[in-house]
């Protein structure tokens, strides 16, 4: 259910709606938009009785929203969301009129790998990295992270390069310690549809990255982004990596048809990650410009100096000389169409 405000409501009557729809045993989320506020009304297991509402003060009307998603849905919020990142050298946005580029590790192994390569990161003028400190590995043999002590790294990096973090919560543990360390909470696919973590990722104060899951269905996959904003964390930016298929030359097929698929249903921005979503060193340069030319708000890179050393995903990891190539053929294809580079 969403109640529409009039263009000219006041804050007074948005609050006294949020009152009601409180005192009815139901949750208010009020979404500010360019011409008007909606409030989506979630919490209900069946009908809501309108007529107490659509009688109050600066209400136009209650529409059903058919949908199973609610929030996250164009019916909600009809122009793009903007989530805003700070960090220490200026916001970063996703969803307006720049592309966002994320770079660095698939892990962080050593305070000295982190550096290195967070000084070519920054050099090429990009101000978010990423890095898991917690690592899903398919193997419990594999490395799993440095847990804690790689987020006091990536808060080191944070320090000394004015750069924003991007780093992965795995469980409801580690994402108390995400939060208190990192500028953006990362979801993995694997847990897409972990619903716990969804739902403590939706009480964190700080922007969720979440991943598609690498079977997830577009329903699915807007159905997660669901749990996290029904909490009230409404700062939630998309991620396609790639989903499994019978195509066996990259490690996932990077489905960039989600993207415009997703920006006709909801208004959250959505990235690619071409990293995970070939597999493969070669692939990730054509596929970052292909996912700037279908319109996806960013790209999040896996950045390695010494990739066949790697502890993780090392094949699909570019050279610092590559990514400063990256930057410079994205930025020129975001030109094309009217967007700079964040
Ligand atoms: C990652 O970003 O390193 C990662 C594990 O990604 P995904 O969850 O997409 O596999
Ligand atoms: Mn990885």
Do not use: W
Not at 300 to 322: N, R, Y
Not at 324 to 330: A, C, W
């Amino acid at each position: 259910m969403l109640v529409v405000m009039q263009s000219n409501a006041t804050e007074e009557q948005v609050r006294a709606v949020c009152q009601r729809i409180e005192s009815l045993g139901l949750r208010p989320h009020p979404i500010p938009g360019a011409a008007r506020t909606a409030i989506g009304i979630t919490g209900n297991s069946g009908e809501v009785d309108t007529g107490a509402l659509e009688s109050m003060a600066g209400v136009v009307e209650c529409i059903a929203v058919s949908k199973p998603y609610k929030l996250v849905s164009r019916d909600v919020k009809a122009e793009n969301s903007v989530v805003r990142v700070p960090t220490p050298s200026g916001d970063v946005s996703f969803g307006g009129q720049a592309v966002a580029i994320v770079g660095g590790p698939c892990a962080v192994e050593t305070r000295d790998q982190v550096f290195t390569i967070a000084e070519r990161i920054r050099a090429a003028g990009v101000r978010l990295f990423r890095g898991g400190a917690y690592k899903p590995r398919t193997s419990p043999y594999s490395f799993q992270g440095l847990g804690e002590d790689g987020l006091k790294i990536l808060a080191e990096v944070r320090e000394k390069f004015g750069m924003g973090i991007v780093t992965e919560a795995v469980d409801n543990e580690s994402l108390d310690l995400v939060e208190k360390y990192a500028d953006v909470i990362q979801i993995g696919a694997r847990n897409m549809q972990n619903f716990s973590l969804l739902k403590r990722a939706g009480k964190a104060r700080k922007p969720v990255l979440l991943k598609r899951g690498m079977s997830a269905t577009l329903d699915e996959f807007l159905m997660a982004a669901e749990y996290v904003m029904s909490e009230g964390n409404y700062n939630v930016i998309l991620c396609e990596r790639g989903v499994r298929t019978f195509s066996d030359h990259t490690r996932n097929t990077l489905d960039l048809s989600v993207i415009p698929a997703v920006q006709r249903l909801s208004h959250l921005p959505i990235v690619v990650d071409p990293s995970h979503g070939t597999g493969r060193r070669n692939k990730v340069l054509p596929l970052s410009r292909a996912a700037v030319a279908v319109g996806a708000d960013g790209i999040l890179v896996e950045v390695h100096h010494d990739p066949a050393h790697a502890l993780s995903d090392g094949p699909q990891s570019i050279l610092p000389d590559e990514f400063d190539r990256l930057v410079g053929e994205v930025r020129a294809i975001a030109a094309v169409l009217g967007r700079t580079l964040n």
